[in-house]
C-alpha cells in the first residue's frame, strides 16, 4: 500500500508557483472589491473638534485617509518590502561559537549558585524564585510586577544584593554572602539571550539563502509605529556579559555596514509639538535632555550638573547620576501614561516619591502638561486623535459608556502616547523610504533592517 504524504509549506517559497499567482489575482480581486465599497468613506474630510469656546467648538478640515495613505503609507511600505527581500546575512559559525560559550557559562553558574545557596532553585519560574527569595530567605520585596506580584528579574535580585539596577555593570556584591543573588541576575541576562537570540536561531529563522527575511507590521501598533516579527530585531540585546550577539548580523564579502539614526527623535518630536520654552531650548542648544531636565528639576545650571557628571570624585555624583536616570523615566513614562504607581515600581521608590518628582517635571515644563489635557479633551470631544501626518486613531474607550473603567483610562493615557509615538515613527519611515529610493538604491545600496528610527542599509 502506498502511504500518502502530506508536503508541509513553511513559507511562500515551499509553495508551487502558479498555486501562488492564483492566490495572489484572487487576493487582488477581493480587496478591489472591498476597496469600491469603502472608497468614499476614504476620501472625505472630516471635521475635528480642536477647541471649545464657551459651549462653541471649534473645527479643523482634516486630510482624507486616500491622501495619507498617498503621502506616508505607501512610500513606507515600499521601504518595508525592500528591507523583507533583501534580508540580512548571518552568521551561523558565530551563532555556534556562542552557543558553546553560553551553554558552559549557565551550567557554571547554575554550579556555584546552588553550591552557595546549599540547593537547587528553578531560577526561569517566578513562582519558585519568589517562594525562594521571599519565603525561605525572607528578603523584603523590591519590586512588584505590573500585576501585582513580587518581582524576580534581574533588576530585583541587583538590589536585593545591594547593586545599583541603572548601574548594572558590576556583579561584585558588597557582601560576599548574597553573591549568588548578582549570579542568579547574570544568569537569568545570559539565558534569556541564549534562548531567545542563539539556541534555535539558525533553524527558526536563518533561510536556504543564509540570510534572515524579517517580517514588517506596517499596522503592528495603535500609535502607527511599526513592529516585526520572525524575528523582532527591536529586540537584540545590547552586549553583555562579553557576548555580542549583534556580531552575528553581517554582510557580503565587500560591503559593509551603514546606519542612519534619529537622535533623541521621540522628545524633541516632544518639543515641537508642546512648544514647552525650555524644552525647545535644551533642543535646539544640543543638550544632553535628561541631563538638563534633572538640572531644571534640581534648580542648578545645567553646565554645573553637567561637570559634576564628569567627576566621578564629586559627592554629588552619584544623587545627580540617578536624578538624570529619573528624568529619563519621567519624560518617556509621564509622556506615555504611566502613572505614579508606575514610575513608583519601575525607579523603586515609593508612591509619595514619585509624585515628588512629577511635580518637578512638571514644573520645569509646563506646556508638557498642558500638552497631555490638550490631547485627552481632543481623544474625549473626537472619539479619535489625529496626528501632525494626519493618521488617525479611534478611541472607544472615551464613550460615556466606559467612564470609571480601565478602559476609559487606557484611552486617555493613549492619547499623549499616540501624538508623539505615531509621528515620530512616521517621519523615520518616510525619511528612510525616500533615502532608500533615491539616495541609496541608485547606488547599488541595499535596505536590510529598521528598528524603530534607525535604518540600516
Not at 528624568?327 to 502613572?339: E, R, W
Not at 514610575?343 to 512638571?362: C, V
Request: net charge negative.
Amino acid at each position: 500500500m502506498t502511504e500518502i504524504t502530506t508536503p508541509v509549506y513553511n513559507t511562500y517559497e515551499d509553495y508551487n508557483y502558479d498555486d501562488l499567482n492564483i492566490y495572489a489575482g484572487l487576493d487582488c480581486i477581493a480587496t478591489s472589491k472591498v476597496l469600491s465599497k469603502i472608497f468614499p468613506k476614504l476620501a472625505e474630510e472630516p471635521s475635528f473638534i480642536t477647541s471649545i469656546d464657551g459651549n462653541s467648538p471649534i473645527y479643523t478640515k482634516l486630510k482624507s485617509l486616500i491622501d495619507v495613505n498617498e503621502e506616508v503609507t505607501l512610500p513606507a511600505l515600499d521601504y518595508i518590502l525592500d528591507m523583507e527581500i533583501n534580508g540580512m546575512k548571518y552568521d551561523t559559525s558565530k551563532n555556534r561559537e556562542f552557543h558553546s560559550r553560553m551553554t558552559e557559562e549557565i551550567c557554571l553558574l547554575k554550579d556555584d549558585i546552588f553550591r552557595m545557596v546549599g540547593h537547587e532553585v528553578d531560577m526561569n519560574s517566578g513562582v519558585k524564585m519568589a517562594e525562594f527569595l521571599y519565603g525561605e530567605k525572607g528578603f523584603t520585596i523590591p519590586y512588584t510586577t505590573t500585576s501585582g506580584e513580587p518581582s524576580t528579574d534581574g533588576d530585583a535580585l541587583l538590589a536585593l544584593a545591594g547593586l545599583n539596577p541603572l548601574d548594572p555593570g558590576r556583579y561584585i556584591t558588597p557582601n560576599p554572602d548574597l553573591q549568588y543573588l548578582a549570579w542568579m541576575a547574570k544568569y537569568k541576562d545570559i539565558f534569556s539571550s541564549h534562548n531567545m537570540f542563539i539556541k534555535n536561531y539558525v533553524e527558526d529563522f536563518v533561510k536556504s539563502d543564509g540570510r534572515i527575511h524579517a517580517s514588517y507590521n506596517l499596522h503592528g501598533t495603535s500609535s502607527f509605529r511599526i513592529t516585526g516579527d520572525n524575528p523582532n530585531f527591536t529586540q537584540l540585546p545590547r552586549p553583555k556579559h562579553g557576548y555580542n550577539i549583534r556580531e552575528c548580523y553581517t554582510v557580503d564579502e565587500g560591503n559593509v555596514f551603514m546606519a542612519f539614526d534619529f537622535s533623541s527623535a521621540e522628545v524633541k518630536i516632544l518639543a515641537n509639538i508642546c512648544k514647552d520654552p525650555s524644552m525647545l531650548k535644551a533642543v535646539a542648544d544640543g543638550l544632553d535632555f535628561h541631563s538638563f531636565s534633572a538640572s531644571a528639576m534640581l534648580g542648578v545650571p545645567y553646565a554645573e550638573f553637567v561637570d559634576v557628571l564628569k567627576n566621578k570624585d564629586n559627592e554629588n555624583y552619584k544623587r545627580y547620576k540617578s536624578l538624570r536616570q529619573i528624568a529619563k523615566v519621567l519624560t518617556f513614562s509621564i509622556l506615555y501614561g504611566s502613572s505614579a504607581n508606575g514610575i513608583a515600581m519601575q525607579l523603586g521608590i515609593t508612591k509619595d516619591e514619585s509624585e515628588k518628582y512629577m511635580d518637578m517635571y512638571f514644573k520645569a515644563y509646563p506646556k508638557m502638561a498642558d500638552y497631555i489635557e490638550r490631547q485627552k479633551n481632543w481623544s474625549i470631544w473626537n472619539k479619535m486623535i489625529v496626528t501632525p501626518f494626519g493618521q488617525r486613531r479611534q478611541e472607544y474607550g472615551v464613550y460615556d459608556c466606559f467612564k470609571k473603567t480601565a478602559a476609559y483610562n487606557a484611552a486617555v493615557r493613549n492619547s499623549s502616547n499616540v501624538g508623539i509615538q505615531s509621528p515620530t515613527s512616521t517621519l523615520g519611515l518616510i525619511t528612510f523610504a525616500e533615502l532608500n529610493k533615491s539616495g541609496m538604491k541608485p547606488l547599488g545600496a541595499k535596505a536590510i533592517c529598521t528598528v524603530n528610527h534607525c535604518g540600516l542599509i
